[in-house]
């Protein structure tokens, strides 16, 4: 009975190659959980960084992640939109259609570091703004424009036809239809793709090391006036994320607790990453069981 | 019904300027975003493509040599720029990094979708589509304060090698490899299966001989996707590779990659420096090998299609 | 073929021009009607009239063009990429498939209730008010009193008259294309066309849609698509029996079931094919 032994020992090869993956993901968060979690204390989260003295926060890197996001997807999101409704419903199938398709393509797969590079030729050097937040967000939107149209694309064309063909029947046009059947119809699936590529530029690096910068000035966060040089609110400031803060103080910082800060700084960066997207999972499961009870 | 004492050539005929109006506005907001993607596409390939050709006909720095020699040595007083170890130390730890995450990865799968795909699907699929998501920084960092240690105090060398960013990129492409490889296999005809189990085929019979090579171009797009992401990686292969110009003499010797010499220098060197312009020229063999990964996607999308 | 659709390049400046005086017992004229998706000839020069308020019954095997044939009266078909229709297809005098008709303006007054029930995912009311309100009717009395009026019209305004402000998905699919029915004839269109309208309902639900059929022939034109033998001549006055995209047989409907004069029409109707 070759064959049958020859059965077993492929089962035995898959379950071992699967138990190594078990192991290796198990190890990686109880690493994370075990040496970040402990660090994680609210002074950690809100007193600023040093790049000499143990005992530093986080606060600066935690609110340019956030500000640097969020002014990401003001760029992005209405672009992607607009890209997602245009291949869903205007753009003809053709030459034309196949390029822009391919550029999505592209510019959603280039290396991070790539796209960074044209972020540092363009948004900084010759523009002449030097590092900023706003070159940072430009540059994190090139590539998240494209996986935004995807997104957006892929939600609007789920929507079922008969409501599209419904509305057109009833002597409305396109466009109004886009704009008060599809779009609320496709709204869940568009906000899950939000939330899921909100992760991404939360954790992104090497696109932000030489666009927005390695450094943030003194930050006062009673000015709220963003032209003013130390206001978190200037977005022609440089500023350091904290993914870039765990690269920075690991390749070139001189604390001497490196570890724990990484360690921490880690924990809060896969934590959120984590609830991005267990937030966009329970939107889709939500939106699921909207749809399918009838009553 | 209808009051139709109108003409109906009045009615029906366009001539409802403001409906039209909106119509042609709709229509150019959203060709509008088209055409930012196709600008961007075109000025991101021209503006690197010049910056990155800078070095070559600025600085006269042959090509050939450029790619061909071993020795970096830019700020010397006859500085040479060979940037051979480093295209040699990207492939390397792409080729290694794929070599260790295409077997996981695909045994991984075929356990999630043939062997236990309740458990699969449940427990282990959530999870890994988790990890694609996590930073890369992280992992750079649980490998420089783990891996590197562990390889120095138990293989040799620094510890800080190409073993060690070998060992981080394949952790770090294995979840994508894993999801792809799983959807290829769930994508593929339930009558598969079962025939092949009705002819009495053993499980490992239908795997190997049915199951693989009909997702063969699938699992390949998911081997060339994780590799093209394990060579673009930047910062978590910089963290634990040594950075060190020399070509490597064994896999625990440091190395440096394309994007770890960018990474560490771009930002230290003049803009517009011999040195600098380099540096931007390492950056268009990245994109140009960029490009071939895609090309390569797309080559094998075609045939899936088949 | 007399004027075919790309040939619209007259100018619009005399309008009486355009219309054309036609027999006021017919709500349209068809004449040498083709329809093509890219190289497949869907419709085969079709010559046929349709009646004022009068039920017109469209028959036939699936893909034998009826249901293509339907979309293109109100140019549902323009949204399907490579589909063209050559020919005329004249209604209050004007031939609806010329380039420069605002299909806008003609869905509105030739409206289209589908074969699945396709209420939008929003309250009863607002399923109602979307077109009205896009049609720039604001007032909120108006708005109201036209609900009330297409849903008692459309036989279900007792049965959601209490709960207008609930999703509409909430409702039974029979009542879901009633609410259908009520949201296409609240634009207070001429011709109704109906694409197998019950065809998704159950025996009930199938029952009342025939009846409300029945009611709204005062008031409407109606073309109804169907594959319910049975449904067609109870709902019907004619019957046009479609076959490979030719229209084989038009007639009136009691002369249709009983004595058919082409053979193939008494083959399908006696279920010899189908």
């Known amino acids: ?81 607009l890209g997602g409704i245009y291949m869903a419903q205007y753009a003809k199938p053709g030459k034309l259609t196949n390029f822009i398709r391919s550029c999505i393509e592209m510019l959603s797969s280039l290396p ?166 267990l937030l966009a999972r329970w939107i889709g499961s939500m939106y699921y069981k909207k749809m399918t009870a009838t009553k | 019904m209808r009051n139709t004492t109108e003409l109906s050539s009045h009615r029906l005929l366009k001539s409802n300027k403001n409906r039209k109006d909106s119509e042609l506005k709709g229509n150019i907001i959203v060709k509008s975003s088209a055409i930012i993607i196709i600008t961007l596409t075109i000025a991101l390939t021209v503006f690197l493509s010049i910056k990155g050709l800078q070095s070559f006909i600025k600085n006269g720095i042959n090509p050939w040599d450029f790619i061909t020699g071993t020795n970096w040595n830019p700020t010397s007083e006859t500085p040479s720029f060979g940037s051979f170890n480093f295209i040699f130390g990207s492939f390397a730890v792409t080729m290694l990094s794929a070599l260790i995450a295409a077997p996981l990865g695909i045994g991984g799968a075929i356990f999630m979708t043939q062997i236990a795909p309740k458990w699969g699907n449940k427990l282990l699929r959530p999870v890994i589509e988790l990890l694609v998501g996590i930073p890369s920084v992280v992992y750079g960092f649980i490998g420089l304060s783990v891996l590197v240690p562990f390889i120095r105090n138990h293989v040799g060398g620094l510890g800080f090698s190409l073993l060690s960013g070998t060992i981080v990129l394949a952790i770090m492409i294995l979840p994508t490899v894993t999801s792809i490889s799983t959807d290829a296999l769930n994508a593929l005809p339930k009558n598969l299966r079962e025939g092949a189990y009705a002819l009495g085929a053993t499980r490992w019979q239908t795997i190997k001989k049915v199951l693989i090579p009909a997702a063969l171009p699938s699992l390949l797009t998911a081997i060339v996707l994780g590799m093209a992401r394990a060579f673009g990686e930047a910062l978590a292969v910089q963290m634990v590779i040594g950075n060190v110009s020399d070509f490597p003499n064994s896999i625990t010797d440091t190395a440096a990659t394309l994007t770890t010499i960018i990474t560490l220098n771009i930002g230290h060197t003049t803009y517009g420096s011999i040195e600098n312009n380099t540096l931007w020229s390492l950056g268009l063999i990245l994109l140009v090998m960029s490009f071939i990964f895609i090309l390569i996607i797309r080559f094998l999308s075609s045939r899936r299609k088949i | 073929m007399t004027i075919t659709i790309t040939d619209t390049n007259q100018s619009v400046s005399n309008p009486t021009e355009d219309q054309r005086v036609v027999d006021k017992e017919y709500i349209l004229h068809v004449e040498n009607l083709n329809i093509y998706y890219g190289e497949n000839w869907a419709v085969h020069n079709v010559q046929m009239e349709i ?60 409206g289209m209730v589908f074969q699945k029930p396709n209420p939008f995912p929003k309250s009863i009311y607002e399923n109602l008010t979307h077109a009205l309100k896009f049609a720039g009717i604001r007032n909120k009395g108006k708005l109201d009193q036209i609900v009330e009026e297409s849903l008692r019209k459309a036989a279900l305004w007792d049965e959601v008259k209490d709960r207008l402000h609930q999703s509409a998905l909430a409702l039974s699919g029979g009542q879901q294309q009633r609410l259908c029915i009520a949201r296409t004839i609240a634009l207070k269109p001429s011709v109704l066309l109906l694409d197998e309208p019950s065809s998704a309902l159950d025996p009930i639900s199938n029952a009342k849609i025939e009846e409300l059929i029945l009611q709204l022939k005062k008031d409407y034109s109606i073309i109804i698509v169907t594959h319910n033998m049975h449904q067609a001549s109870r709902v019907s006055d004619k019957t046009a029996f479609f076959l490979n995209g030719d229209l084989v047989e038009y007639d009136r409907t009691s002369k249709i079931f009983t004595k058919p004069s082409e053979k193939k029409t008494e083959q399908y109707i006696s279920g010899q094919f189908g």
């Open chain 3, 51 to 110: 009646e004022k308020n009068a039920v017109t019954a469209l028959i036939g095997p699936s893909g034998c063009g009826k249901s293509t044939f339907l979309r293109s009266i109100n140019r549902m078909n323009d949204i399907i990429p490579n589909a063209r229709a050559e020919g005329e297809i004249l209604y209050d005098g004007i031939n609806i498939l010329r380039d420069d008709i605002d299909v806008v303006a003609l869905r509105k007054e030739i």
């Open chain 1, 1 to 81: 009975m070759n064959r049958k032994i020859a059965d077993r020992i492929a089962t035995i090869t898959f379950v071992g190659l699967s138990m190594i993956i078990v192991a290796i993901l198990l190890y990686l968060f109880a690493y994370i959980i075990m040496n970040g979690f402990s660090k994680i204390s609210w002074d950690f989260l809100t007193s600023p960084s040093s790049n000499i003295l143990a005992g530093s926060g986080i606060r600066d890197q935690l609110f340019n992640s956030f500000y640097i996001l969020i002014l990401t997807l003001i760029i992005s999101v209405p672009l992607g939109v």
């Open chain 1, 112 to 277: 991070s570091i790539v796209i960074g590079m044209f972020g540092l030729l363009v948004f900084v050097n010759t523009t002449g703004w030097g590092y900023t937040i706003f070159g940072g967000a430009l540059t994190i939107a090139i590539f998240n424009i494209p996986v935004m149209v995807r997104t957006c694309e892929d939600a609007i064309r789920s929507v079922p036809r008969e409501l599209k063909e419904a509305s057109l029947a009833l002597g409305i046009t396109q466009w109004h239809t886009v704009k008060t059947v599809l779009l609320p119809s496709a709204f869940p699936g568009i906000l899950t793709g939000v939330i899921l590529s909100a992760g991404r530029i939360f954790g992104e690096a090497a696109a932000l090391l030489y666009t927005a910068g390695l450094s943030t000035p003194r930050l006062d966060y009673t000015n709220w006036n963003p032209f003013a040089d130390n206001s978190p609110l200037n977005i022609f400031r440089p500023a350091e994320t904290l993914a870039v803060h765990i690269w920075s103080i690991n390749t070139q910082g001189l604390i001497p607790d490196v570890t724990e800060k990484a360690a921490g700084a880690s924990a809060v960066l896969v934590i959120s990453v984590l609830i991005f997207n």
